[in-house]
């Protein structure tokens, strides 16, 4: 929740990137504001049993990265 209106960008990185999709990947909040994102893990049959690993970053709109969490 932020003091301004600011559009972040999500984007995915890690082993697991190919099999997981966020929804919406771009958000515009508002002041004091908040909005749910879905974290979509959808791996094909073809995916080899193991330890995977997602990173999750936001960014506002051309910037660097604000935050990053990684997921195993």
Do not use: C, H, W
Not at 12 to 31: D, K, M, Q, R
Not at 43 to 68: F, N
């Amino acid at each position: 929740m932020g003091s301004d209106e600011a559009t972040y960008e999500l984007s995915v990185g890690g082993t697991a990137s190919s099999f997981v999709y966020l929804n919406p990947s771009v958000i515009t909040l508002g002041e004091s504001k908040s909005e749910l994102v879905y974290l979509y893990v959808a791996p094909a049959e073809k995916v080899s049993t193991g330890k995977y690993s997602v990173s999750v970053s936001a960014r506002l709109e051309d910037s660097t990265i604000l935050d990053s969490q990684t997921v195993d």
